[in-house]
């Protein structure tokens, strides 16, 4: 758990450097007088967009990297190493039928959003441009994380595509350039990204695609057809339904609600950013596990990992919802954006859900189990659908938030049984039970005492006195051996620079 944690600090660092530079940004984005919602709202569907025509041209490569890396590693050396080379071929393969049919059915978007959401009409050919280049993200980010090298993906992930956004937003702001070419070089920021992996890789001497299949590819190329058949299917599948609900927003309603959506959605976001980079560390090394069949040392991962995500979420989100109507005037957001507030308290709810859960996917889709990757992704998909589209226009924003919680409350309840009968291993402990009694504790302490106490002081006030009751808690109850190990590692440091 050592280099786990090791790395999973690091990625955790730059990640909300990036979720930093990505506060300034969404900040610019939602002040009154720089952006309208609507145009906001523009730059998430694009992003959600990618985020369902990217995995679904992936043919489940970035899957079959993570789980077979191993094999190839144990067999070939690296210079001899075709697991790019058969990466590289398949996703070819998918961009060009996945691409190819957006363009057919680009008669159906224009019907579907020229009314309510013109904008996403005006723009759909560079919203594929996008997509087209973080589906080369995804396939470097996830080959460099079987190679243990996740600190740069983690970055441009991050921090890197933030910062470009961030550039992009202060040319916009000084006239430079006007939203319609802000749009399309937003458009491109992946294209740079993806360049500066592959010359990182080059640079590591680790980007080799032999041009002929090696002895492994041939022996396991029966067992890898069937997984990525099956974790393509579900993966593909739970990318849509995480995403339909800005879509299904922005169809039913408009870009102006999809916007404030957005701003709240990302606030809750916030939370997700330990288990993202966890999950891009661990998963070589789960894998690992279950192939050398260390199942004390997979239950330790999987039982700490929760712990301390859930930890991690309530610590972030009781401090964004003590302050959240204060910190939305401090900051002098548009206050349209405050009628999201149920959105992020449901948005946020679904995520301590899911991170309470730990590295579930991780622990699901590389173990002998992962076929039912597809089975709970269909189900996920089955009800997320129609429940996303029926309440986006019967309640909208907080429709499809309710719509959120309930279908990932019901995919991550699914996993967990199946991990329990299947392989007796549950995330879950009596530590998870004080964990739940410490936090409410904490938060109800500090809002019947600072309730009242309102702008920057009532902020500073509350973020000091939860934080300060939830880690003393945590360390008096023994919570998790990771924070007190984190404090020592702090100590060293400052110590040697003293």
């Known amino acids: 758990m050592g280099e786990i944690r090791k790395q999973t600090l690091q990625s955790s660092f730059l990640s909300y450097i990036g979720f930093l530079v990505g506060a300034i940004n969404t900040y610019f984005f939602t002040r009154e007088g720089m952006f309208t919602p609507e145009q906001y709202g523009l730059t998430q569907v694009i992003i959600s967009l990618s985020q369902i025509i990217a995995p679904f041209a992936s043919l489940g490569m970035t899957a079959f990297m993570n789980r077979f890396f191993p094999y190839y590693a144990d067999h070939l050396d690296h210079r001899k190493n075709d697991m790019l080379t058969v990466v590289i071929l398949f996703c070819s393969l998918g961009a060009l039928v996945i691409f190819s049919g957006c363009i057919v059915f ?39 994380g079987t190679l243990k090298k996740t600190v740069l993906p983690g970055f441009m992930r991050e921090t890197g595509y933030r910062l470009c956004v961030l550039v992009l937003i202060g040319l916009y702001a000084f006239g430079v350039i006007d939203f319609s070419l802000f749009v399309k070089l937003f458009c491109c920021i992946y294209l740079l990204v993806v360049l ?17 299949f090696s002895k492994v590819t041939r022996r396991i190329r029966k067992s890898v057809w069937q997984y990525v058949a099956f974790v393509y299917t579900g993966l593909t599948i739970n990318g849509i339904a995480r995403q339909i609900d800005t879509l299904s927003l ?18 809750a976001a916030i939370l997700q950013v330990p288990l993202r980079g966890l999950q891009a560390i661990a ?9 050398n069949k260390n199942y004390p040392e ?23 919802w003590l ?42 889709s590389t173990s002998p189990g992962w076929r039912f990757e597809f089975y709970s992704g269909l189900t996920l998909l089955l009800f997320s659908i129609p429940l996303n589209i029926y309440m986006a226009r019967w309640r909208g924003m907080e429709g499809v938030a309710l719509a959120s919680l309930t279908t990932i ?18 995330p879950f402990t009596i530590k998870t039970v004080y964990a739940l009694l410490l936090v409410g504790a904490c938060y109800l302490l500090t809002w019947l005492l600072l ?22 808690g945590i360390l008096y109850l023994r919570l998790t051996p990771d924070l007190p190990q984190f404090i020592e590692v702090v100590k060293k440091k400052l110590g040697k620079k003293g």
């Open 196 to 212: 500066i992996l592959v010359s990182y890789l080059i640079w590591i001497r680790r980007l080799y695609v032999p041009t002929t």
């Open 409 to 426: 409350t019901l995919y991550n309840t699914i996993r967990l049984i199946f991990m329990h009968y299947r392989f007796n291993m549950s």
């Open 323 to 364: 302050n959240y109507d204060d910190g939305l005037q401090f900051l002098h957001i548009d206050q349209k954006f405050a009628a999201g507030k149920m959105v992020f308290l449901i948005l946020g709810l679904c995520n301590i859900l899911e991170l309470g859960a730990g590295i579930n996917g991780a622990m699901l």
């Open 283 to 291: 998963g070589p090394l789960i894998a690992e596990h279950w192939k």
């Open 451 to 472: 309730h009242n106490i309102h702008g920057f002081v009532g902020i500073a006030f509350r973020s000091v006195m939860f934080s300060s009751l939830l880690l003393g």
């Open 250 to 267: 922005a169809g039913a309603k408009s870009l102006h609600d999809t916007g404030i959506y957005s701003l709240n959605q990302y606030l």
């Open 106 to 144: 680009e008669p159906f978007v224009v019907r579907q959003f020229s009314g309510r959401s013109p904008l996403v009409v005006t723009y759909y050919y560079w919203m594929l441009f996008f997509s087209f280049f973080y589906l080369w993200f995804l396939v470097f980010e996830s080959y460099l």
């Open 298 to 320: 997979l239950r330790r991962i999987y039982e700490r990992s929760s712990i301390n995500l859930l930890l991690i979420a309530c610590f972030l989100f009781f401090n964004i």
